[in-house]
């Protein structure tokens, strides 16, 4: 019993010997190969010959050559461990073969000491890898109209103050956030109502918000005949307080509606959409077309035209001044914070989200024409498409660059705005 | 309540670089708008290229930071000239919404990823005042009682930095009561009026922009000095609205205005935040209010900095030193 289980033992060294030796062996053995690149060239899964790859190193030293056996099979032996680009020659495919992408021709490869790389020239259908430029601009025009007709709106009631009062609101960008933000309080916060209901409501608030500032501080400043700058310091204040109390409150992270977070893309054609954004399009271009027609048709929009364009004539013809500026005061806020909650839904709601905004709603009011409704929703499309389509070109990052580099290209080629009259400028 | 810290804290921030920085941007402002009339929104832009100038020509460049300065101000002239050739026969507003906009286009390029090999992007600069401080000579250790203290190194930028408000201070004083200041103040008052005498406004408020612009820039270098280096968060469009906090506290169109403007603003920024801070750590209050007041301090001194603005503007336009016969500048 004693020798058999010796006898096992025994037995059992040995394999564990041979096995090691054989680890350590194959070890060594790929070791003694060195440093290589190889690979097998499959074209629908057949192996494909006679397939010429070549192999540089850092310096541009060719090291290497192959062609591809009759498995498809080729290796290249380097001279060691660095950076080396194997280059497939396209000319030796066979007729009808080609790579996948193009752009995969040349791969650059570092090789670390005793590795064989394995490198994979992939042969098929060239496919597109990712959109091309004409599918990303596609892209980008869709989004530019998108974020355009939103910014068009949240603009509108900055460029009709102005037209109203001369005052450039800088509180402006504070409405947008306070619209997004309290719907994403009544939406996902306290009380969980739907997020149409939710911004229903919060449009509603930040229109009385915005009345209650004209009509409790901004129509008695008026009445102590402060100058415009003086109005401006005032808003620059109200934004202040507004953007901080706001961050208090909210925080300073990035938060969204609980509705309509998630969507499946609709594609039409290049085109490619979230139902609620095609909804955000719709439901602003709808608003914007109303205000459009408000102003020409309804009797307060006309009284709202009359003062922008002389607000003494206006004022000696019987139409009451401060009512009108009231009723924009009120309704270019709801405006804005109806922006705010689309801006909310596509992106996200932060507190910054509306100061951000606000140089883009200068450049969209300066580039309309500072002071009229229709120039800023121009302005506001114009500015909403360059800066998307710059994205297709340049870093995302910089996107704004290109929006308010067209403001100043506007004010140096034509001052007035694109819509503005000559002698508004003075 | 421990008000000798309070008191110390915001003594030290009133008296300490920030507000010397301010002070300088400050006087800036005074001479584009209180004197010139220009409503310049972004003299944040003028401090960063002073700051990014001096910065890169150290860091990046690896040249001497007395080579950096004069290149950081450089940048400065060709900013204000850029901005002003094409802006300035314009009415006020489009100035202003052209200012904003071009200081916030030179942040978003300096910070993107395309200019991280000059400008290092989001990461900013290090290390480019060590030559400003071999010339400290003061010795080592901190000068002051309670919090109201500073470092040495503190110390030597406050002493350069304050140095340079009163030459700055008289420098512009000196420009306003010259032939050159007189027709400056006129244009403010009347731009037609002094076309009609065949002077070219636009060449003096130019010139006006100038001048302040450099300024600003200079306020720039001493927050790259005392920092020893920079990043782009610092020169975001908010800090052109404190300029103008701490110019419209002192008062438009004096020459202590901006000055004591500054002093005041952060004496009371730093003020209010070091009570909100001695306030939530006394354990006086409920905790949900002390809770809520923990790290709020930074956004509650600034909500009330815009509660100060409005009743400032409500009941004393004028700031501290302003006249009210001045409040009509410019729009």
Known sequence: MSNARSLR???????????????????????????????????????????????????????????????GRWRIELPGPGTYRATIDTDTLPKGVMLRDPERQTLEVTVTAGRSRPLIFALGEPVSRGPNVGEKLAQAVLNGVK????????????????GLTGLINFAHGELVTLGAILAWYFNADTFGAQLILAGVLAVVVAGAAGGGVEFSLLRPLRARRLGGFQFMVVTIGLSLLARHVMLLFFGPDRERYIDYALQAEWTFGPFAVTPRDFTIMV????????????????????????VADNPELAESSGIDVDRVV????????????????????????????????????????????????????????????????????????????????????????????????????? | MEFDVIFGNAARAGLGPQAAIFALAAIGLN???????????GQVGF??????????MVATWGGSLWLGIPFGLGLCVAFALALGIPTLRLRSDYFAITTIAAAEILRLLIRSSPATDITGGPFGLQAIANSFFDLNFLPDGRFGWGTFSYSSNQLWVMIVAWILVVLCSALVLALIRSPWGRVVRAIREDEDAVLSLGKNT??????????????????????????????????????????????????????VGPVVGAV???????????????????????????????????????????????????????GIFGRRRDLHLGT
């Open chain 1, 9 to 71: 033992s025994v037995v059992a060294l040995v394999a564990v010997a041979v096995l090691s030796l054989f680890l350590f062996g194959s070890a060594q053995a790929q070791d003694g190969e060195g440093e290589a690149f190889s690979g097998t060239l499959r074209f629908g899964g057949e192996p494909v010959e006679g397939v010429r790859i070549s192999v540089v190193d850092a310096a541009g030293e060719v090291v290497g050559e192959a062609v591809t056996g009759a498995d």
């Open chain 1, 147 to 162: 974020f355009g007709l939103i910014i068009a709106m949240c603009a509108i009631g900055l460029s009709l103050i102005f």
């Open chain 1, 283 to 306: 439901l602003s271009a709808v608003l914007l077309i109303a205000v459009a027609v408000f102003l020409q048709r309804a009797r307060t929009g006309k009284a709202i035209r009359a």
């Open chain 1, 326 to 426: 009231l009723f924009v005061w009120a309704a270019g806020a709801a405006l804005a914070a109806v922006g705010g909650v689309f801006f909310g839904s596509v992106e996200a709601v932060d507190w910054l989200m509306g100061f951000r905004l606000l140089l883009l709603m200068f450049a969209a009011v300066v580039l309309g024409g500072l002071g009229t409704a229709y120039g800023a929703m121009v302005g506001g499309l114009l500015i909403g498409l360059v800066t998307e389509v710059s994205t297709v070109w340049a870093s995302p990052e910089i996107k704004a660059v290109f929006a308010l580099g067209v403001l100043v290209l506007a004010l140096l080629l034509r001052p007035q705005g694109l819509l503005g009259q000559r002698e508004r400028i003075g």
């Open chain 2, 31 to 41: 001479l584009h708008f209180g004197y010139a009339g220009l409503l310049n929104f």
């Open chain 2, 47 to 56: 401090m960063m290229l002073g700051a990014y100038g001096t910065a890169i």
């Open chain 2, 202 to 255: 636009v060449a003096y408020k130019l010139q006006a922009l100038v001048i302040g612009g450099v300024i600003g820039g200079l306020a720039g270098v001493i927050d790259a000095l005392q920092q020893s280096g920079v990043g782009s968060e610092n020169f975001e469009p908010q800090v052109t609205f404190f300029a103008w906090a701490a110019l419209i506290l002192g008062g438009l169109a004096t020459t």
């Open chain 2, 264 to 318: 005041l603003f952060w004496f009371l920024r730093e003020g209010v935040e070091s009570f909100i801070r001695e306030l939530s750590e006394q354990g006086w209050l409920p905790d949900i209010l002390a809770d809520f007041l923990d790290g709020a301090e930074g956004a509650i001194s600034i909500a009330l900095m815009g509660v100060g603005l409005v009743a400032l503007m409500a009941l004393r336009p004028q």
